[in-house]
C-alpha cells in the first residue's frame, strides 16, 4: 500500500519568516494531494491540494509543489503568522478518496 | 450548514466494555469515513461508506469492530469489548462523490479505555 513520510516533525520559525514541510509518497500511482491544518483539540482542514497533472499550486500565501519524478511534495507558507501554528498533515491517494496520510509536522510561528 | 456532526465528544469506559460512536455527515455527501488518529499522528482509515455501502474495510479490525451506516446517511462504529490500546481519537468524515476531493471532518470523539 501506499506510504507518506513527512518531514520535520517540529518546525519553529519567526513571524514573516517562511516554513517548508516535505512529504515523499511511495506508490507512483497516486495523483492526488491534500494538506490538512490540524489546530490543537480542533478538526483537520483542507487547506490546499494539488492533483498529478499541475506541478504548482499557490493561494495567497500558501504553496505547494508536486515532483512527480522524485514523489515529493513540499508546502510553502510565507509570511508565516501566529495563527499558522498548528499540525500540518500531508496526504496522498490514487483515487477514489483513499487518503494515506503522513504524521504531520509541528509548527510553531514564535513572536 | 452545518458541519460533520459527532458524538459523543468524550468517553471513558474501563477495559473490555462496548463503545459506540455516532455521526451524522453533511447533508448529500454520499461518502462517509472512520478514521482513527493516534497521538501525534495523522488519521488512519477504518472504513469508507459509498452511500450505505461499506466499499473499503480493510483496516477495520473485524473482530473487536463493526460499523454500519443505515439509509446511507448516519453511521454508527462500535468497538467490543474495547482494549487498552484502542485510546484514541475517532474522527468521522464526508465528501460529495467518489472522487477526490476535500473530506470534511467532524470534531472528533475522543475515548480512553481505562
Known amino acids: 500500500g501506499e506510504n507518506v513520510e513527512q518531514h520535520p516533525s517540529t518546525l519553529s520559525v519567526q513571524e514573516g519568516d517562511s516554513a517548508v514541510i516535505k512529504c515523499t509518497y511511495s506508490d507512483s500511482a497516486s495523483n492526488y494531494f491534500p494538506w490538512y491544518k490540524q489546530e490543537l483539540g480542533k478538526r483537520p482542514q483542507l487547506i490546499i491540494d494539488?492533483?498529478?497533472?499541475?506541478g504548482e499550486k499557490k493561494d495567497q500565501r500558501i504553496a505547494v509543489t508536486l515532483n512527480k519524478t522524485a514523489k515529493h511534495f513540499s508546502l510553502h507558507i510565507t509570511e508565516t503568522q501566529p495563527e499558522d501554528s498548528a499540525v500540518y498533515f500531508c496526504?496522498?491517494?490514487?483515487?477514489?478518496?483513499?487518503?494515506?496520510f503522513g504524521t504531520g509536522t509541528q509548527l510553531k510561528v514564535e513572536l | 450548514e452545518a458541519g460533520v456532526v459527532q458524538s459523543p465528544r468524550y468517553k471513558i469506559i474501563e477495559k473490555k466494555q462496548p463503545v459506540a460512536f455516532w455521526c451524522n455527515p453533511i447533508s448529500g455527501h454520499n461518502t462517509l469515513y472512520w478514521y482513527l488518529q493516534n497521538l501525534g499522528q495523522g488519521p488512519e482509515l477504518l472504513i469508507r461508506?459509498?452511500?450505505?455501502?461499506?466499499?473499503?474495510d480493510s483496516q477495520l479490525p473485524k473482530d473487536r469492530f463493526s460499523a454500519e451506516r443505515l439509509k446511507g446517511v448516519d453511521s454508527t462504529l462500535k468497538i467490543q469489548p474495547a482494549e487498552l490500546g484502542d485510546s484514541a481519537v475517532y474522527l468521522c468524515?464526508?465528501?460529495?462523490?467518489?472522487?477526490?476531493?476535500?473530506?470534511?471532518f467532524g470534531p472528533g470523539t475522543r475515548l480512553t479505555v481505562l
Open positions: 461508506y459509498e452511500n450505505e455501502e461499506a466499499v473499503d
Open positions: 468524515a464526508s465528501s460529495m462523490g467518489q472522487g477526490d476531493g476535500e473530506q470534511f
Open positions: 494539488i492533483r498529478s497533472n499541475v
Open positions: 496526504a496522498a491517494s490514487k483515487g477514489g478518496n483513499k487518503l494515506t
